[in-house]
Nanobody, 122 residues
């Protein structure tokens, strides 16, 4: 069982930056691929970014590629999402997720956090 807790959300002006963090419980964090997803009001949840177990591979959605960076620190059971050049369309509830199965980059995510709200004002 893995428990995930996100933090770092908030209100920021367009063009600004935020850094989200997700801390995982348990001693097997390194066994999991990790990802970030987001869901805006009235929209379906969408993939944002993913990172492999050792952090050697990353994958991004087209909408955030070049602006967001995912990273992980296995010693601290933590992943982060550095978000730069934020746009009002980035406004959403951001979730982190963990998955052990699947063929990269199609990860089967089994555990989800509660989310942290990001609001970008124009």
């Amino acid at each position: 069982q893995v428990q995930l807790v996100e933090s770092g959300g908030g209100l920021v002006q367009a063009g600004g930056s935020l850094r989200l963090s997700c801390v995982a419980s348990g001693r097997t964090f390194g066994n999991y691929r990790m990802g970030w997803f987001r869901q805006a009001p009235g929209k379906e949840r969408e993939f944002v970014a993913a990172i492999s177990r050792l952090g050697s591979r990353t994958n991004y959605s087209d909408s955030v590629s070049g602006r967001f960076t995912i990273s992980r620190d296995n010693a601290k059971n933590t992943i982060s999402l550095q978000m730069n050049s934020l746009k009002p369309d980035d406004t959403a509830l951001y979730y982190c997720a963990a998955g052990a199965l699947g063929i990269w980059p199609r990860i089967q995510y089994d555990y989800w956090g509660q989310g942290t709200q990001v609001t970008v004002s124009s």
